[in-house]
């Protein structure tokens, strides 16, 4: 599993944060817990399927935002219910 971050530039509310993981859901269907937040200019979300990332910069892009970039890291689930 991965977490993928897109940094993004030009979200200013509620219904920004909503359009951007819209968006981030139609271009990447494995994507799961999709969040965003203006106040931090980024979006997160988790996929175990690799992520084109030229697709999502498009995407993102179209819709009136400007995506500064992408970064991907390992994700491994804690808490008290995690597997090992």
Do not use: Q, W
Not at 24 to 34: E, H, L, W, Y
């Amino acid at each position: 599993m991965n977490r993928i971050t897109v940094k993004i530039e030009g979200m200013s509310c509620g219904m920004c944060e909503a359009h951007v993981c819209d968006t981030i859901r139609n271009t990447v269907p494995s994507a799961k817990k999709v969040s965003a937040s203006r106040i931090r200019g980024e979006a997160s979300f988790l996929t175990e399927a690799p992520v084109d990332e030229t697709a999502l910069k498009k995407a993102i892009d179209m819709t009136g935002y400007t995506c500064l970039g992408i970064e991907s890291s390992p994700y491994e689930k804690k808490g008290l219910f995690a597997r090992k």
